[in-house]
């Protein structure tokens, strides 16, 4: 989870009172929100993903005035219809899809600390580390409109933020801090976006670098934000949350007109919610107007039912369940009663889990390391990139993510990605996981592992193997088999009483497809009920 600090002076003036340390405290916790330290006048505060409002200290004290009861109405997020216009092309389109712009004008009480930190933890979190989206924030008063949405070549030139001199976005990303980092996010592409005004002054090449020229500071007053990226959805997301960061400061934020629309929508969302619902769950009479204001949420009444008015910064209302959790934050979860169940059970370890135990001692002793990925993957992750075919799959009706948008049918997949983001660390890298995989919707548990080495060869594979059945108490028979995905005549199907499966050296197309570059070795195996 994202962590961030706050400036205490500046988060009480924004919330509007003097809040002592230990009241700031407990309010940021009971928000869910954990504090880390406290150090003179800065609070080092973990925010957990689903909040990605809550990463700046505008947005913070926006949800304490609320919590706390400092504010009884609603804000209007009224955002005007800028004469400002951007045109796309069909070049950077194909890079970067999805664009987002907004203008805030007279921007009071302006903290560059603060919007720093908001852009690079949602570049990291919402972004997915510039993936998904990128921000550029830019000084208005040197841009002149309209602004350029374009595709060009690698020699194209400009000074990026950082230097003094001007260079091609080839030695931008060749040599440049920021093109090190980020160059495999265009690595695929001979073209690349940038946003360019009408007197040729670069604002960025997203995902990379902003431009020199139109840097901001602490006397700032007029900004330009843009918002790029391959999910829409995504995109939408944090332009509202940072226009809604630019409306803690200024009410004159103005949609940007892009190909003649206007793309950014402020308004509150409804979400409809069962009462019967709310009360079946938290158990307890209340307010639900009330509860719903603390949380920066409206409330219309609908008989049986009441409409919440989700914000439109709020990205993690997506169901019911979430407006009720809300709720019970608001009412305080130390004041429901706690109550003992009418019944009395005995309790003991399933015996899948006692297996899950010795197979996790197993592994560690042999100085592995336990990993545990997501149950969503994606079809390049478990079948492209293993030269596989693709199974029938369990998929996501409305993936928030295109990289989240199926069950895992396999482990080994996942942990060879993962050695692909730990190749910076030392090797030789043993990696194992234990958990769930799917075929339909069928659920199976099973183990993996992978190891990446100099030394990896199919006698240390069988050697992993060996230590695991014979800790088990068990035997285990062998025979030859072909996978597309292990080196023909270096695999084996393995079988004992307590699970079957393969093991066997990893193939150089797969390694190559994971961007691996030392021999590796790996094994997959379901369990037998």
Excluded at 370 to 397: A, T
Aim: no cysteine.
């Amino acid at each position: 989870m994202p962590t961030v600090n706050f400036k205490i002076s500046r988060l009480r003036k924004l919330i509007g009172k003097e809040l002592s340390i230990n009241d700031l405290e407990n309010a940021l916790s009971s928000l869910g929100t954990a504090v880390e330290t406290i150090h003179e006048d800065l609070i080092e505060v973990e925010i957990f993903p689903n909040r990605p409002d809550l990463l700046s200290e505008e947005g913070v004290a926006r949800a304490l005035r609320y919590y706390l009861g400092l504010d009884h109405n609603l804000k209007n997020y009224n955002m005007k219809k800028g004469k400002e216009e951007v045109f796309l092309s069909k070049e950077a389109l194909e890079v970067r899809p999805y664009v987002r712009m907004f203008i805030a004008r007279n921007v009071k009480n302006f903290d560059f600390d603060s919007i720093i930190q908001l852009q690079e933890k949602l570049h990291v979190t919402h972004g997915r580390r510039r993936k998904a989206v990128s921000i550029g924030v830019h000084n208005l008063d040197v841009i002149t409109f309209p602004v350029y949405y374009k595709g060009v070549k690698k020699n194209f030139k400009f000074i990026p933020l950082g230097w003094e001199r001007e260079a091609t976005i080839k030695e931008i990303l060749e040599t440049h801090e920021k093109g090190i980092a980020y160059a495999h996010l265009l690595e695929n592409t001979s073209i690349y976006p940038v946003w360019v005004d009408s007197k040729g002054v670069v604002l960025a090449l997203p995902p990379i670098i902003n431009g020199v020229y139109t840097v901001i500071d602490e006397h700032t007053k007029n900004f330009v934000v843009d918002v790029t990226g391959l999910d829409e959805k995504k995109v939408d997301e944090t332009a509202r949350i940072l226009a809604a960061h630019f409306f803690e400061l200024t009410n004159e934020v103005y949609d940007v007109k892009i190909e003649g629309k206007y793309l950014m929508d402020m308004s509150y969302k409804k979400k409809i919610v069962s009462k019967e619902e709310v009360k079946s769950y938290l158990g307890v009479e209340m307010s639900l107007k009330d509860m719903l204001l603390k949380m920066g949420m409206g409330y219309e009444d609908k008989g049986n039912n009441f409409y919440a008015l989700v914000p439109p910064y709020r990205t993690d209302i997506l169901h019911p369940i979430d407006v009720i959790e809300d709720i019970a934050i608001a009412y305080g979860y130390e004041n429901f009663d706690a109550s003992l169940p009418s019944i009395a059970t005995i309790g003991g370890e399933a015996d899948n889990n006692k297996l899950f135990r010795a197979l996790q001692h197993i592994f560690t002793g042999m100085g592995a390391i336990e990993v545990m990925n997501y149950h969503l993957s994606n079809e390049d992750v478990l079948f492209l990139r293993m030269n596989r075919k693709p199974e029938k799959l369990v998929k996501v009706e409305k993936p928030m993510n295109q990289e989240y948008d199926v069950l895992r049918t396999d482990l080994m997949p996942l942990l060879l990605h993962n050695l692909q983001h730990n190749k910076l660390h030392e090797y030789p890298q043993f990696l194992f996981e234990i958990g769930s995989v799917f075929k339909g919707i069928e659920e199976n548990n099973a183990f993996a592992f992978v190891y990446a080495g100099k030394d990896a060869n199919f006698s240390k594979a069988k050697g992993i193997v060996e230590r695991i059945v014979k800790d088990l108490g068990a035997s285990y028979k062998i025979k030859e088999t072909n996978e597309p995905y292990f080196i023909e005549g270096r695999a084996a199907f393995i079988i004992s009483k307590v699970f079957e499966g393969k093991i066997g050296e990893i193939h150089p197309q797969i390694l190559n497809n994971f961007d691996l570059e030392l021999p590796v070795i790996a094994g997959e195996f379901r369990l037998i009920e």
